[in-house]
């Protein structure tokens, strides 16, 4: 019996990704920066990372933008 998995690459295939950067979402300059630094994808962090005094100021930013 062959035990081995055969990958398909097709357009519906799930990417991969090798980096994710978590971005604290209250840091403009960090957001601004994010996409250069190289990453296969960035994630705006808007819990654990803000300040609780920040929160809604965060999330208000992060949604004009």
């Known amino acids: 019996m062959n035990d081995a998995v055969q990958v398909v690459e097709s357009p519906m295939s799930v990417p991969r990704w090798r980096s994710l950067l978590f971005v604290p979402a209250h840091v403009p ?3 601004e920066a994010a996409h ?7 994630i705006l962090d808007l ?7 920040q ?3 965060s999330r208000r930013q992060l ?3």
């Open 55 to 57: 929160k809604g100021e």
């Open 29 to 31: 300059r960090f957001v």
């Open 63 to 65: 949604s004009a933008s």
């Open 47 to 53: 819990e654990d990372s803000v300040p609780q005094d």
């Open 36 to 42: 250069e630094r190289g990453a296969d994808g960035v």
